[in-house]
């Protein structure tokens, strides 16, 4: 009888001390959680980033997305006059040869940590529209 009084006693303070450590356990990770949530929204996870793009006009939060793209054909034209002792000559010169320029479409799109700079009609990195 004394034996298994000792073995209910023993699995008793055991299973205790199990219960403990998992209520610490479960309760800290509890208040990590809070902790995380109350801070959220509160602190800006890319200050200086942010910073930067709004100086530089740009969009934060937000990405260039390309819409749109494609290549125009196009041939060289010149018009003009040439005066040489007293003469004058008008014309225009039409070259034959054909040459094709490629164009994007940007536009900003909601994306996190991202600056957004580039909108609109471009050929390369130059602005068009």
Not at 11 to 29: M, W
Request: hydrophobic share 35%.
């Amino acid at each position: 009888m004394l034996s298994c009084i000792a073995a209910v006693a023993i699995a008793t303070v055991v299973g205790k001390k199990t219960y403990e450590s998992h209520a610490y356990e479960t309760s800290s990770l509890l208040m990590q959680n809070v902790e995380a949530l109350a801070q959220e929204g509160t602190d800006e996870p890319y200050p200086a980033e942010r910073e930067k793009c709004i100086t530089e006009g740009g969009n934060w939060n937000m990405a260039s997305v390309c819409k749109q793209s494609g290549f125009e054909s196009v041939v060289c034209k010149i018009s003009g006059e040439v005066s040489f002792m007293g003469f004058s000559i008008k014309g225009s010169y039409e070259k034959g040869k054909k040459y094709s320029i490629p164009w994007a479409r940007y536009e900003c799109t909601e994306s996190a940590g991202n600056c957004c700079k580039k909108q609109g009609l471009f050929t390369g990195e130059k602005k068009l529209a």
